[in-house]
């Protein structure tokens, strides 16, 4: 009977609109969704899957189309996915995701912001210099796309902490800001089943890979932990906003594509990126097996 009322009530509030294209669909907008929430006591992300289930669109993801079809957006809303690091990369990424719909998010950093982020971080501001990276990036996804369910750790991730953090998600981001950590990343997700979407800037520069737990990871790119440098080169070259921007968009491209089930372009390969000169390369990593490419 629930269902059914759900249905009724999707159906009232329902109404048909034009594409671009001029093709037609059925959709729904964010306050009469929030009607229906008010009724039925039910969450907006609740109400959003069902929607889509019933071909209905939430009005916010109608540009979505048709790049994603119904049913993609539905995997997405339904999936979840950490985000390590809320800085340069982490806040555009959770920005990103958050606006394509992705239905839950751990936001994961035990950093606050400071000054040195203006140039580059997307949730910094001077109003926020000194506050929680963790719990700013909530609240901005809460403004964007209330739908969304977020969990926030305001602790760094560490070995000791790693897997009960990833616990539940299907999918990494590393948005960190050294190798070291990275490697600690890599090993809880290996140990969560999980695969892991890695990105490193410096300057204008950049650089992203794809882990499973199956692979060679990130010893094919930094060499043994041990012997690893502890951080990369953005130490001598600083950080650049718009290598920041692009490397978090890689990133996203990358969740969309594995969280919906296709193969990642990015498995077993080192993409690199000059920004500033619009030059790209894409390596095949040295350890990659016939068996991990598939």
Request: proline share 4%.
């Amino acid at each position: 009977m629930e269902n059914k009322i759900l249905f009724d009530l999707l159906q009232k509030y329902s109404r048909q609109r034009t594409r671009p294209d001029n093709s037609y669909y059925r959709t729904i907008v964010f306050d009469d969704a929030c009607k229906i929430v008010r009724k039925t006591g039910l969450t907006l992300r609740t109400i959003e899957c069902a929607a889509l289930e019933a071909e209905i669109v939430p009005e916010r993801y109608s540009r979505n189309q048709k790049s994603l079809s119904n049913t993609d957006q539905l995997c997405l809303l339904r999936s979840h996915v950490a985000i390590i690091g809320l800085g340069g990369l982490g806040g555009t990424v959770t920005e990103i995701l958050a606006r394509i719909g992705i239905g839950q998010l751990t936001l994961v950093d035990g950093d606050c912001f400071d000054e040195s982020n203006l140039n580059r971080q997307l949730l910094s501001s001077p109003a926020n210099i000194g506050k929680s990276k963790a719990q700013t990036a909530k609240l901005r996804v809460k403004e964007i796309n209330p739908g969304i369910d977020v969990h926030t750790v305001t602790e760094f991730f560490t070995e000791k902490n790693g897997q009960e953090i990833l616990h539940g998600t299907q999918l990494a981001i590393d948005c960190l800001d050294t190798i070291v950590d990275r490697f600690v990343l890599e090993e809880a997700c290996r140990k969560t089943l999980i695969p892991l979407i890695s990105a490193a800037i410096g300057g204008s520069s950049g650089q992203a890979t794809v882990v499973y737990p199956e692979d060679p990871g990130f010893k094919d790119i930094y060499g043994p932990p041990g012997s690893a440098p502890k951080r990369g080169m953005e130490v001598s070259t600083g950080t650049l906003p718009f290598g920041a921007v692009y490397m978090a968009a890689v990133e996203c491209a990358e969740a969309a594509t594995i969280l919906l089930g296709r193969p990642s372009e990015l498995r077993n390969k080192l993409f690199m990126a000059e920004v500033a000169d619009h030059t790209t390369e894409l390596f095949s990593l040295p350890g990659q097996t016939e068996d991990s490419l598939e």
